[in-house]
């Protein structure tokens, strides 16, 4: 089966290309881009295309590797040991299974998302490299090896925010998502909201990319970003030219959506006050 996009998700050619090439290769799947760009959505996209079932991890900065293999809660094991509990004499009772195991263990070969491993702390990706190649790990508490019974779909999101160990990215195959053009952008919001008035679109569209391609913006809008502006301006009935620029209004209409911090609030408040002056 190939992956070609959804319904509901709109792949570029080369996110495609990345996706069946990480499938054939049996290599995990890095994929970095832009905050709300639809990393995380993909893997879950794909789960579905491909008929699989769908895992997640979410990384945090405390999340450490051995926690996608296996816990074992040694506190609980004294806890029912002074108590006089008979689950102490098995220590599978306090072992307590991680992504990685319950993907290795699944029945059919299923979708595994490492979400946001930049996260975490330098050493992760290194720590997760022979278990991801090997597809499988030790579980020194009861001596017994855990193999995967099919190798699952592995994919690995990134923001970027610290670069990766050279090792674990030999290991990967390796897919950046641009922020999409206006044209694709267009496919993106059809899906979300079907029958949207091409004027309407053509007027929101114009202006978020101005917004978005302003100099000095700390922080630009994303995907995600402008599809909740277009939900507000569809709520709020509001009209093409509602959303076109003014000199003397620099914000745009309902901007809390797509301007999240106050430096780029008072840039577009600078530009308009500027734009009045030269009257």
Same mark, same amino acid.
Not at 107 to 112: H, I, N, P, S
Not at 124 to 143: A, I, K, S, W
Not at 261 to 267: C, F, K
């Given at each position: 089966?190939?992956?070609? %996009?959804?319904?509901?998700? +709109? ?50 900065? $405390? $999340? ?5 293999? *296996?816990? *074992? ?14 689950? +102490? /004499?098995? +220590? ?5 299974? %991680? ?8 029945? $059919? ?5 490492? !979400? ?10 290194? #720590?997760?490299? =022979?278990?991801?190649? @090997? ?9 017994? $090896?855990?193999?995967?019974? /099919? ?14 160990? !050279? ?13 999409? #053009? ?12 079907? %029958? ?17 391609? =302003? ?29 076109? @620029? #003014? ?7 309902? /901007? ?6 106050? =430096?780029?609030? /008072?840039?577009?408040? @600078? ?9």
């Amino acid at each position: 089966m190939k992956f070609h %996009g959804t319904d509901a998700y +709109v792949a570029t050619e080369d996110l495609t290309v990345a996706v069946n090439a990480a499938v054939t290769l049996e290599r995990p799947l890095l994929v970095k881009g832009e905050p709300g760009t639809g990393k995380t959505e993909l893997a879950r996209q794909v789960a579905d295309a491909l008929g699989m079932e769908f895992l997640e991890w979410n990384i945090k900065s $405390t $999340t450490k590797a051995a926690q996608g293999l *296996y816990e *074992y809660d040694a506190v609980s094991r004294l806890r029912d040991s002074q108590l006089g509990d008979e689950r +102490v /004499h098995d +220590v599978r009772n306090y072992i307590r299974k %991680g992504k990685l195991w319950q993907a290795f263990e699944a029945d $059919t070969r299923l979708v595994l998302l490492i !979400d946001e491993i930049d996260k975490a702390d330098i050493e992760f990706p290194n #720590d997760l490299l =022979q278990e991801l190649d @090997r597809m499988e790990f030790h579980v020194y508490e009861t001596g017994e $090896t855990i193999r995967a019974r /099919h190798r699952p779909v592995v994919i690995i999101t990134s923001n970027n925010e610290k670069e990766l160990p !050279d090792a674990f990215l030999r290991r990967c195959f390796f897919h950046y998502i641009r922020f999409p #053009d206006s044209e694709t952008m267009k496919r993106i919001v059809e899906v979300h909201y079907p %029958g949207i008035k091409e004027s309407l679109l053509t007027a929101a569209l114009t202006r978020f990319y101005e917004v978005r391609d =302003q100099a000095g913006l700390k922080k630009k809008p994303s995907t995600s970003e402008v599809l909740d502006w277009l939900k507000l301006i569809l709520a709020e009935d509001l009209s093409p030219e509602d959303l076109r @620029r #003014d000199g003397a209004e620099a914000l745009p209409k309902l /901007h809390g959506a797509l301007l999240k911090n106050e =430096q780029d609030v /008072h840039l577009f408040e @600078r530009l308009a006050f500027m734009a009045r002056g030269q009257r």
